[in-house]
């Protein structure tokens, strides 16, 4: 069993940047894609990026590509997401999940294919 856990949320000017971390207060991420989610009040959980239980392969959403970048550090047991050029519209909680047994699985977009999640970070981009 995996437990996310995420972290480096808060409150920007739109066109700056955050830092957001996830790390496993259990388990392990290897072997495991990983992705961010995010959900803005009223709206679905949508997705936002994903990288590779290898770390090779990402995909993004089209509304974060050219200024989202994801990475995964398997040393420290981390998955990182730089946000950049924030604009109003990314404002959400941000939800950091595993997709275990990844080797065999492709890098999923949808929420009901991720294993483990952790319980968000609050991100708000002001005008």
């Known amino acids: 069993q995996v437990q996310p856990v995420e972290s480096g949320g808060g409150l920007v000017q739109a066109g700056g940047s955050l830092r957001l971390s996830c790390a496993a207060s259990?388990?392990?991420?290897?072997?495991?894609?990983m992705g961010w989610f995010r959900q803005a009040p009223g709206t679905e959980r949508e997705f936002v990026v994903a990288?590779?239980?290898?770390?090779?392969?990402?995909k993004y959403a089209d509304a974060v590509e050219g200024r989202f970048s994801i990475s995964r550090d398997s040393a420290k047991n981390t998955v990182s997401l730089q946000m950049n050029s924030l604009k109003p519209e990314d404002t959400a909680v941000y939800y950091c999940?595993?997709?275990?047994?990844?080797?065999?699985?492709?890098?999923?977009?949808?929420?009901?294919?991720?294993?483990?999640w952790g319980q968000g970070t609050q991100v708000t981009v002001s005008s």
């Open positions: 259990k388990g392990t991420f290897r072997g495991s894609n």
């Open positions: 999940a595993a997709q275990v047994n990844a080797a065999d699985r492709y890098i999923a977009t949808a929420p009901v294919n991720y294993d483990y």
């Open positions: 990288i590779s239980w290898n770390g090779r392969y990402t």
